[in-house]
Every structure is written in structure tokens, then in C-alpha cells.
């Protein structure tokens, strides 16, 4: 059995196995790490406390690691409600935003001009916006493993690879909205954040070795600032099962469900999901009751919740059915971009054949590189640049065209010649 990991041998377990790297059977099993080296803190729930919590951050030295928990499939918003710091010097600090109100304005300061080190950063950045926190430099160890071209870039994963230890996963899907938060979920908090400083050393020096370390940091910055995404001008298009409708009539039905649901859903912070799930429109909006009793007679609907709000999920159905037949929704949904990739043989054969030969031009880069071919260019850029190509496909042109769709340079270096050759070829 392999021996738990205790507070006297972490420390000394961590810095062997992040100075040797073995492979294949020669690589140890790796320690179960099933408690952070110090403890794991008291939460953060007091201005005074997070002042303490704040100096000692400012006080210490090197990256900070940084993660968040939201409630994500329990309430609407994703804001965070449990923030995770670790610095060298000043240990572990588990800040409850909800009890100091979304008021962390001691840690603006603290962290002023470090580098953040993250996990999947994309996801963490927008909920820590939110409460003013903002990273002057950024360290993404998931996107750090893509860019090593790993399979496999989960934190437990990569933990795994390269540090020898297994993270015990289990509360990241949990309601952390929940008060007081358990000490099991406490623990699990603080050890996404234990190994991230010396995760990102390790990765660093393997993204230098391969060459890959400007890339990764051009990544990084893309990350750093690419602010939150753009509304979608359709959400409710993206209502799970809707594929199977296709009337503009019960697709008008669909969408005054959704934005019914959604308007409850927001007022009452709520995921949208456990007010009514999509399932349950996309039944409604084909069956078409015609009152009450038959909505209530359909599953879901029929449960004391939906019955308390049938009256509203009718409203939405009669609205629909009112509507005049110019505000009924375009089965087609609106695309600003070109058709799926599997149509163009149809619509265009020629972008097809410029599609093809580029997909193979850049999984041959990416392979030679190490790189994950997604992780090259985007793919939805490709399909644009292939579908409607500059009339001058000079590998200046097309770097340019790389440039405006949000290319970084890196890429663009990679790439820009093997397009322009791809969309030179004539299609057979």
C-alpha cells in the first residue's frame, strides 16, 4: 500500500521528485496528497482577517497560485464563492468573498505586479474580475501541458506527471454556495493551489527546453487580456435536444420557455437547469398543450415544483403561439461565419478542398512541433480563412489575415507560409 503523505516527508518528497523526471516503469507510484504541508487554513470571513491575509501575501515572495470555486450548476451567476491563494513565505489564505461582500480591495494591493499562476485560467479570471482582482502577469499550467504537447493536462494529471503526487479530486462539481463550507471541501480547496508554484517551475522549464517558452507567454497574455466573451445573440438556441425542432412555431415555444425560465432563474440565483430542464422545453414546445392540465400531465410538469409554475410555463406557450408569423425564429440558425465544414463539399467545393489541404498542412506542423494541432490556430479561424480567402494569398497577406482574426505571432510564424501554399492548390 502506498504510504500517506505526512507534513514531515511533503516537502521533501515535493522537491526530489520535481528535479527528476523518470518515465515508463522507472517512474515512481505516485504519494497520495490528501492534505495541504501546513494545515489547512481557517477561512477568510473577516475584514481583519483578510487585512492579515493580505499582508502576508504582499509580504511573500515569487508567483502567486490562484483558484476559485463557483456553484456552477446551482446557481445562475458564476461568481465566485471560495478565492484560493498560495505564496511562497506566506502559505495558504481560503477568502470567503461572500461574507466580506465582495469586498477584497486588500488584495488588489497585495497582489499588485505578481504573476498568477492558474490552472485553466480562462475559467477563474472572469469571476475574479469581478471582485477587482486582476493579474498583472500570467502563468496558465493547463495551457502550459497543451503547449508540451501532454495528452493529458488536467491539474491531477499533470501533478501526476510531473510531480509525483495524486490529487484526490471529488468536490469540484459540489454547491459552494453552501455555508458554512465542510472541512473535507476546505482541504480539497486548499490543495488545488498547493502545487501550482512548483508545477509552474517545472513546466516552465520543460516549455524551455522545447523551445516553446515565448509562445507559451504570448499565450499567456492572450489569455491575460482577452476580457469576457461576447453575449451570444441566440442563447436559447443552445437549448440542449432543440435539434429535433424544427417548425418555426415550436421553436418560437422553445425560445419563450427559455427566456421565461431564464428571467426565474435570474431572480432567483438559481441555474437554469434546476428551475426546468431543457429536456422538459424542448417536450412542451412539441407537444403543445393546450392548458394547464395537459402541460401538468407531461413528465416534469407534473412534479409539485413545475405544478406551482404552470401558470408561468403557459404564458410563455400562448405568447408563442400569439406571435405573427414575421416573429417566429428562422429554423436556420444566424451564423456570422461560414457554414458547418461538413457542407461545404455541397456549397463550395473548392473552400472544401482548401479546407482539406490546410487541416493536413497543420497537423504536419503541429506534429513536428509537439503541439496540439487546435492549439496551432483555432480552428474556427481556419475555416474562415479557407472559406473566404484574401484575393492575395502572398504568406504576407495571409499572416496579416492570421493577425486580424486574433492569431498570436508565434502561430502566425508557424503557419502563415503552409496556408498560403494550401489555398494556392487547385482543387482536384
Known amino acids: 500500500m ?7 516527508t511533503y516537502r521533501l518528497i515535493l522537491v526530489e521528485a520535481a528535479h527528476s523526471e523518470p518515465t515508463g516503469t522507472d517512474r515512481p507510484e505516485p504519494v497520495p496528497l490528501t492534505e495541504p504541508a501546513g494545515g489547512t487554513p481557517p477561512v477568510v470571513e473577516t475584514p481583519e482577517a483578510l487585512h492579515t491575509a493580505a499582508a502576508a501575501l504582499a509580504a511573500g515572495t ?4 490562484v483558484d476559485t470555486e463557483r456553484a456552477s450548476g446551482y446557481r445562475y451567476s458564476q461568481r465566485a464563492y471560495l478565492v484560493q491563494l498560495r505564496r511562497e513565505g506566506a502559505g495558504t489564505a481560503l477568502v470567503d468573498p461572500i461574507a466580506l461582500a465582495g469586498d477584497l480591495t486588500p488584495l488588489v494591493s497585495a497582489l499588485s505586479g505578481t504573476e498568477w499562476v492558474l490552472h485553466a485560467a480562462s475559467q477563474d479570471l472572469p469571476c475574479l474580475a469581478e471582485l477587482g482582482l486582476h493579474p498583472s502577469r500570467l502563468f496558465d499550467t493547463e495551457l502550459a501541458g497543451r503547449l508540451a504537447g501532454f495528452e493529458r493536462v488536467s491539474l491531477g494529471a499533470l501533478a501526476e506527471r510531473m510531480l509525483s503526487y495524486r490529487l484526490e479530486k471529488g468536490h469540484g462539481a459540489v454547491d459552494w454556495s453552501r ?9 480539497y480547496a486548499a490543495l488545488d493551489v498547493e502545487l501550482l508554484i512548483t508545477l509552474r517551475a517545472e513546466l516552465r522549464a520543460e516549455l524551455d527546453g522545447q523551445g516553446k517558452l515565448e509562445w507559451a507567454h504570448e499565450e499567456f497574455e492572450a489569455v491575460r487580456t482577452a476580457g469576457p466573451p461576447a453575449p451570444r445573440a441566440e442563447p436559447w438556441r443552445r437549448t440542449s435536444g432543440i435539434h429535433r425542432v424544427r417548425q418555426p412555431r415550436r421553436l418560437a415555444a422553445v425560445r419563450s420557455l427559455w427566456q421565461a425560465r431564464d428571467a426565474l432563474a435570474r431572480e432567483r440565483d438559481l441555474a437554469p437547469g434546476r428551475v ?3 429536456s422538459s422545453i424542448v417536450q412542451a414546445a412539441q407537444a403543445d398543450p393546450a392548458d394547464e392540465a395537459e402541460l401538468t400531465a407531461l413528465p416534469v410538469f407534473g412534479g409539485r415544483q413545475q405544478r406551482r409554475r404552470a401558470s408561468t410555463w403557459m404564458h410563455a406557450l400562448r405568447a408563442a403561439k400569439d406571435l405573427p408569423k414575421s416573429a417566429l425564429p428562422d429554423p436556420t440558425p444566424p451564423t456570422d461565419g461560414p457554414p458547418p465544414a461538413n457542407r461545404w463539399s455541397e456549397r463550395d467545393p473548392a473552400a472544401a478542398a482548401r479546407l482539406s489541404a490546410a487541416r493536413t498542412a497543420l497537423a504536419e506542423i503541429a506534429e513536428a512541433h509537439g503541439l496540439p494541432v487546435e492549439n496551432l490556430l483555432l480552428p474556427d479561424l481556419l475555416r474562415r480563412v479557407c472559406w473566404d480567402p484574401p484575393h492575395d494569398l502572398d504568406a504576407d497577406v495571409i499572416a496579416q489575415a492570421l493577425r486580424n482574426g486574433g492569431a498570436r505571432e508565434w502561430q502566425i510564424s508557424l503557419s502563415a507560409e503552409a496556408l498560403a501554399t494550401s489555398l494556392s492548390t487547385p482543387a482536384i
Open 179 to 187: 455555508r458554512p463550507l465542510p472541512q473535507d471541501w476546505l482541504v
Open 276 to 278: 426546468l430542464p431543457d
Open 62 to 65: 515569487g508567483p502567486v497560485a
Open 2 to 8: 502506498t504510504p500517506r503523505a505526512t507534513r514531515s
